[in-house]
Structures are given as structure tokens and as C-alpha cells.
């Protein structure tokens, strides 16, 4: 078993729906959860970043962290077609841990 | 803002051949990540640099060396290519402290073919 799991996809949505991406994880010692957005042949983009549990906010995008269910979400508000990437989830330990593992990445496609 | 710089972005390497990837972190970053990430697949880690010292080290096979010098840049050194090695290779580059997390901001890769 993966140490974090995330459903590969696709997921083909139309323009303007909630998106709704998750991933879960088995080591209760990670600290640091972020996602990541990455357009074909690209480097991952941070998008969010979220420290232990709790919800962040920033323009469209909302990360969820349950670390009672080891389960992390993001969720994309009025989504668009220029928001059809694949999205990684990632997590690492507390600072002193130097690896950060990722979730298997789920592709998305916003139709217009 | 200055992002983290890899290359060369595209790269043909015979067989048998040696490789050698380049990157520049971001400015004031003390720590460097390499991954490698295959067509579909996620990045897979392979080593990390904390202050040109070797601080993890993941799924890099024996045939891949890596180090980071006095100016932060780091190289990746890949010998004896094989046809599998054919990937996306990802330098990434965070600032590892108490309010900094280990958030890490990712290069654009550069692309590896073994032929």
C-alpha cells in the first residue's frame, strides 16, 4: 500500500462545476499537506499549502486537511477550462523531514 | 520572482552513455530535491541536498551520483544510461525552517530520452 493515495482520474467536469479532489494517507506523522497543479510537461505548480488540519482559502481553491481520517481535499469553485491539469497531492513530515511524498496525480478536464 | 532554473531542458542520450543534469534553486533556498517523474506516473524522489550536504535519499539507482556545490547549484550525474531512465527529471528547491514548512517549488523539468 502506498503511503498516500489518490485517484488517478479522469475527471471530466463541466464549466463552472465545484471540483472536489482528495487524497488519503496512511503515516499520522505528516505534517505539511500542499497541492500541486501540473500542465503537461510542466513543473508542479504550489497551489495551496496547509499546516496540520484545518481549511485554507486563496481566490477559488479551498484545502481541507482531516488528520483524525488522514484524508486532505481541494476543492475548485467555479471551475474553468484553463483549470484542466493533472492535480498532485503532496504531504511531508514536520521540518526536519526532507522528503515530501505525492499522491499519484488526478487528471482533470473543465469543459467549455 | 526568480524561479528555479533547470537544464538543459531537453536532453537525447545514447545507451551506455553519461548524463549530466543542471540546477539553480531558488535564491536563499538551502535545500535542493531531485525527482524524476515517468510518463503517467508521479515524481518518485531520489535525493535531496540540505546545505551541500546530503540529507535523503530515495529510489536513486546506483548508477546516479549527485552533489551540490559552494553556490547552491546542484547536478544530477546519470552513467551508464538505459532505455528506463527516459523521463522527466524535476529539481526543486525549498527553505527549510520552523515558519517555512518544507513547501518546495518545483524547476519545469528537464527531459531526459535514452535511445
Known amino acids: 500500500q502506498k503511503e498516500v493515495e489518490q485517484d488517478p482520474g479522469p475527471l471530466s467536469v463541466p464549466e463552472g462545476a465545484i471540483v472536489s479532489l482528495n487524497c488519503t494517507y496512511s503515516?499520522?506523522?505528516?505534517?505539511?499537506f500542499m497541492w500541486y497543479r501540473q500542465y503537461s510537461r510542466k513543473g508542479p505548480e504550489l497551489l495551496m499549502y496547509?499546516?496540520?488540519?484545518g481549511n485554507k482559502e486563496d481566490g477559488r481553491f479551498t484545502a481541507q486537511v482531516d488528520k483524525s481520517s488522514k484524508y486532505i481535499s481541494l476543492f475548485i469553485r467555479d471551475s474553468q477550462p484553463s483549470d484542466s491539469a493533472t492535480y498532485l497531492c503532496?504531504?511531508?513530515?514536520?521540518?526536519?523531514?526532507?522528503?515530501?511524498?505525492f499522491g499519484a496525480g488526478t487528471r482533470l478536464f473543465v469543459k467549455a | 520572482a526568480a524561479g528555479v532554473i533547470q537544464s538543459p531542458r531537453h536532453l537525447i542520450k545514447e545507451k551506455r552513455e553519461t548524463a549530466t543534469l543542471k540546477c539553480y534553486p531558488i535564491?536563499?533556498?538551502?535545500?535542493v530535491y531531485w525527482y524524476q517523474q515517468g510518463p503517467g506516473q508521479d515524481p518518485q524522489f531520489l535525493i535531496s541536498?540540505?546545505?551541500?550536504?546530503?540529507?535523503d535519499k530515495g529510489s536513486i539507482p546506483d548508477r546516479f551520483s549527485a552533489q551540490q556545490f559552494s553556490d547552491y547549484h546542484s547536478e544530477l550525474n546519470m552513467s551508464s544510461l538505459e532505455l528506463g531512465d527516459s523521463a522527466l527529471y524535476f529539481c526543486?528547491?525549498?527553505?527549510?525552517?520552523?515558519?517555512?514548512?518544507?513547501?518546495?517549488?518545483f524547476g519545469e523539468g528537464s527531459w531526459l530520452t535514452v535511445v
Open positions: 526543486a528547491s525549498s527553505l527549510l525552517g520552523k515558519y517555512s514548512g518544507n513547501t518546495i517549488y
Open positions: 503515516n499520522s506523522a505528516f505534517q505539511y
Open positions: 496547509t499546516y496540520s488540519s
Open positions: 503532496a504531504m511531508s513530515l514536520n521540518t526536519g523531514g526532507f522528503k515530501t511524498i
Open positions: 535564491p536563499r533556498h538551502d535545500t
Open positions: 541536498f540540505y546545505e551541500k550536504m546530503q540529507s
